[in-house]
């Protein structure tokens, strides 16, 4: 579920020399340039492709599908004025922030989504993002899922706001959708947290505290990404270089009301995973205790019986203090009637106290 990237321990601030890094396959670059009456989408073969083919008189949104070829990152980076830290930031993995760059704003942000193949897994990824006047470059990690299929769509349909609008709706539209991936993960975790309460009250056992100690570590990541996230809408909404029009903020708030409705459902579920805990440690002693009860109760039950079979179990047949009981003709029918009589007033007993 979390994938770290981090600069090689020793080597300088902005240096590029990375761990952790997986993807070997060269990034998907697609370059779509638009306006409020034309669309063009073009799959370029490189970053340097995508630089030369940008239409300065129009909308532009590079997209990288695939974050680990560093040469990619570093030419896009270096021609929309990133410093080299912040180039190091899109490779690395970072908390979702916001920084203010030369010509534009520099945006990192943090998405969940389940896993259709692997039921229950959720995996949570870095997307990064800046833009500026006229263009939008997004950064996504993994190649093999593109999570702004739908933004696509709506930019293909004419007349539309995202069409209409500039960078800065765009870029709203886009980090919309991140946020809107974390609802249906919160869906999932709640459908398993309710099975898994069902589970804990009829059938406690080690693989439902598992199922449960997973759902929670989820939550703890998700709530890693999404708090930050809600800073970032903030400083967009309150953004002063005149990159972020008024009606994109209007459309900000709103996704700002989102991403604070999801920090309050991630807080619920924890504390509800939290309470499933003390559900688990409850059923738990609660059988135990039930088990011990039995238990107890059929000791107590054969504990008079145990005695008497001792007693007579000692075959004394001759002296002054013999025991006349195992000669005497009815001796065993009256051994067994004394012993269920014991057993039958001790049963009565039980249930007039109620502890049957």
């Not at 680990?68 to 180039?87: C, S, Y």
């Not at 997004?138 to 609008?165: A, C, M, W, Y």
């Not at 930050?228 to 972020?244: D, I, K, T």
Request: proline residues 5%.
């Amino acid at each position: 579920m979390i994938k770290l990237v981090y600069r090689t321990p020793g080597t300088a601030p902005s240096s590029l020399q990375l761990q952790g890094l997986t993807e070997t396959a060269p990034p998907i670059i697609t370059l779509t340039t638009y306006d409020a009456s034309s669309l063009e989408e073009i799959t370029c073969k490189g970053a340097s492709d995508a630089i030369h083919q940008f239409n300065p008189s129009k909308n532009n949104w590079i997209d990288v599908n695939g974050s680990a070829d560093i040469e990619t990152v570093r030419i896009l980076g270096e021609h929309f004025g990133l410093g080299p830290l912040t180039i190091a930031d899109v490779l690395t993995s970072q908390r979702p922030k916001m920084e203010q760059i030369e010509e534009g704003i520099f945006l990192i942000t943090s998405r969940a989504y389940c896993d259709p193949q692997n039921a229950g897994l959720v995996e949570i990824e870095q997307v990064s993002l800046f833009f500026g006047k006229n263009f939008v470059v997004t950064v996504q990690p993994n190649r093999s899922r593109d999570s702004f299929q739908e933004i696509r769509h709506r930019l293909n349909l004419p007349g539309t706001l995202i069409r209409k609008f500039g960078p800065d709706f765009l870029t709203y539209a886009l980090l919309d959708s991140v946020v809107d991936q974390y609802f249906p993960v919160l869906e999932m975790i709640g459908d398993e947290t309710e099975t898994i309460e069902e589970g804990l009250v009829e059938h406690p056992s080690r693989d439902i505290l598992k199922d449960l100690f997973h759902y929670k570590r989820i939550l703890l990541e998700m709530r890693r990404g999404a708090w930050p996230q809600r800073e970032v809408f903030s400083h967009l909404m309150h953004e002063e270089n005149g990159l972020v029009c008024e009606n994109t903020r209007i459309y900000l708030r709103d996704s700002y009301e989102h991403i604070t409705q999801i920090i309050d459902i991630i807080e619920n579920y924890r504390d509800l995973t939290s309470g499933l805990m003390d559900v688990y440690h409850s059923s738990l002693s609660y059988r135990t205790n039930e088990i011990m009860r039995v238990l107890t109760l059929f000791s107590t039950f054969f504990m008079p019986l145990t005695f008497l079979v001792g007693v007579y179990g000692m075959n004394f047949h001759e002296g002054p203090y013999n025991m006349p009981e195992l000669t005497w003709r009815y001796g065993y029918p009256a051994f067994w009637l004394v012993a269920f009589s014991i057993a039958l007033s001790m049963f009565l007993y039980f249930r007039r106290k109620k502890w049957l």
